[in-house]
């Protein structure tokens, strides 16, 4: 078949894909969302919502003030970025300052869709791995590169997903100082389970190559809804905002949004009840002697005795989804597994003890 061919890095590019179809019903341990679902004040806002309001284009800037009331720190307006999803922020953010033949720093394995990003401007990728014994931040291998080379942009996972490593907010500020020509992006989606944030010590008039990602996914319950955050510099958040579309994020999930920021003891909940089952999943692999790996984030690594993809789907027959890191670079054979509540938790070590049997 003959038909247009698209730019020389779309055509060779390896889409980021993940297999979400079928999930439905089933204990979703494999994706990191909140495994319960947002407040009962989110579904009654969006139960309110007028029959006439969904002919009308969505509002946004009062929804950048409840972020900033939310958050509790002197920022403005036009510092936070609204985006259909932190995956559309870290687009736009490649879109905006990613060009043909500059470079990515980041490190390996982290979130796989920085890549594609990337590739789609036709940058190259510097990706420095964790350190192999206890997937400790290669900060010493980092900082040289980002002196050195001057990539373009630097992009940290902390907590990374999946190894859950964490760093410190001191060190990711030091970097942002030491090259101020490159974008330091800072993926927080799960700094709720680990307190490691940048946002309480940043000055983004010091530093205003400093940009960090937050979302209502993985705490709030809006992963289906799609609602991420980009705060930083105003300069630079207009900038990011500038080849984004008017109407990105539709006015369910604004106001969705709005309920669940209004409701942050719902959250504040969820979070605790995720960090104890975390400590409780823990406590079991460590009584039961399976290696497993566990830091900051709501999931952990644990390497089942047989492979990765096995476990995996035997564990689906079960109703239970996790995913399999088979391939990655230094997690090879390991499960990725989401923590939930106690009882979800109890529910999965009870089929994973079946299977392992």
Not at 45 to 51: D, K, V
Not at 253 to 275: G, I, M, N, R, S
């Amino acid at each position: 078949m003959t038909f247009p061919q698209a730019r020389p890095e779309v055509e060779s590019l390896q889409a980021y894909s993940a297999p979400l179809e079928g999930r439905r019903g089933l204990l979703r341990l494999d994706f990191n969302e909140n495994t319960i679902g947002p407040s009962p004040k989110v579904v009654e806002a969006i139960r309110a919502i007028p029959a006439d309001h969904y002919g009308i284009y969505p509002e946004y800037d009062h929804l950048r003030e409840a972020v900033i009331a939310n958050l509790g720190l002197p920022l403005q307006p036009d510092q936070i970025g609204l985006f259909n999803g932190v995956d559309a922020a870290i687009h736009a953010i490649f879109h905006a300052y990613g060009d043909r033949g500059e470079t990515l720093l980041t490190t390996s394995p982290t979130f796989g869709y920085y890549t594609p990003c990337a590739q789609m401007q036709g940058m190259a990728i510097q990706a420095m791995p964790y350190r192999v014994s206890d997937f400790a931040f290669p900060l010493d291998a980092v900082r040289d590169a980002l002196v050195g080379a001057s990539p373009r942009i630097l992009l940290i996972c902390n907590p990374n997903n999946p190894t859950g490593t964490r760093l410190a907010p001191e060190p990711i500020l030091e970097l942002a100082a030491a090259a101020p020509q490159t974008l330091v992006v800072i993926d927080e989606l799960y700094e709720a389970f680990t307190g490691d944030s940048v946002l309480p010590l940043a000055d983004f008039a010091g530093t205003p190559n400093l940009v960090v990602l937050r979302s209502l996914a993985k705490t709030a319950g809006l992963a289906g809804l799609r609602m991420g955050f980009a705060i930083g510099a105003a300069p630079v958040i207009d900038r990011i905002g500038r080849v984004t579309g008017p109407y990105d994020i539709n006015s369910v999930a604004v106001t969705a949004a709005h309920a669940a920021l209004a409701d942050q003891a719902y959250t504040d909940a969820y979070v605790a009840e995720v960090k104890q089952a975390r400590s409780w999943l823990v406590e079991q692999l460590q009584g039961a002697g399976i290696r497993h790996h566990c830091d900051g984030g709501n999931y952990l690594l644990l390497w089942p005795r047989q492979p990765a993809a096995v476990a995996e789907a035997q564990l689906r027959e079960a109703g239970i989804l996790v995913r399999s890191m088979a391939g990655k670079p230094l997690i090879d054979g390991s499960l990725r597994v989401s923590i939930g509540t106690r009882a979800q938790m109890q529910q999965f070590w009870q089929a994973y003890r079946a299977i392992e049997a």
